[in-house]
């Protein structure tokens, strides 16, 4: 399940697709990999729900709302 991003902020951070990250918030963090799509916005990170172990109790929508 990679955490999608912008071209343009992989650039900035120095990252290509596949590379192995960490998402992080006040909740927690998952590890995932790294994958490209233009159709996000600059700044908006993206991953489908529904991986073990409930990342959704990991990110909050009303919390955590910092760009990359």
Wanted: with cysteine.
């Amino acid at each position: 399940n990679p955490c999608r991003l912008h071209p343009a902020d992989a650039e900035r951070l120095g990252l290509r697709p596949g590379d192995g990250v960490t998402v992080r918030s006040r909740h927690g963090s998952l590890a995932t990999t790294v994958a490209l799509d233009e159709s996000l916005r600059e700044g908006v990170v993206s991953m489908t729900h529904c991986v073990a172990p409930n990342p959704s109790v990991l990110l909050s929508l009303s919390d955590d709302r910092q760009a990359v």
